[in-house]
């Protein structure tokens, strides 16, 4: 399978989601544990709903393949939604789908890698994102990028037969600092910060 480098990181880089991928992704939307965290979980989705899911994506969002550098194979996905160019926001989602690839800081990098983007490519001055707030793992990574808690939808979904609260976070240009993109333009045009 062949990854194109958009934006890297050390641990990973973000390439253009592939539909050659389908069955990859099928397989970890499927999985009930990957479920507990992600709003598909009570849906069945096949190879053709998958594909269809993954086709509308790679149109309608600003979304990536997650790649492992080391194993170059896409390990996850991330990108932003309802991007709004006038009013300068977008909504963040990520999923790592690989298991053996979680609690190793891929998540944490590939946050970090599309905030760069939101911010210093695309323009954008705010970015949100929700959370269930059982997912403590998610919680620490966004929190550790810079994401500030907002608020909260109290019991808001219903899991496992109970219902749990969603909150909110989100982060801004101004507390966000450039781990690539910056340095890629400064490098490529001889000029550093000093001609920003």
Known sequence: MKYFRKLVGEKCYLSPISLDDTERF?????????????????????LDREREILSQIR????????????????????????????????????????????????????????????????NLNNVSLEVYDFNQRAISCYEKVGFKYVG???????????????????????EFASPRVKETFARATGKGDSQK
Not at 26 to 46: K, Y
């Open 152 to 174: 909260r939808r109290r019991k808001f979904i219903f899991k496992a037969g109970t219902y749990h609260d969603v909150l909110i976070y989100d982060i801004l240009a101004e």
């Open 59 to 122: 149109r309608n969002n600003v979304s990536f393949a997650i790649v492992d550098k080391a194993s170059d194979e896409a390990i996850g996905i991330c990108g932003l939604v309802n991007v709004d160019q006038v009013h300068r926001h977008a909504n963040f989602g990520i999923f790592i789908g690989d298991k053996a690839c979680w609690n190793k800081g891929i998540g944490t990098e590939a946050t970090q890698l599309i905030l760069d983007h939101a911010f210093n490519n695309i």
């Open 26 to 46: 099928t397989e970890w939307v499927n999985d009930m544990e990957m479920g507990l965290f992600m709003l598909f979980s009570t849906d069945v989705l096949d």
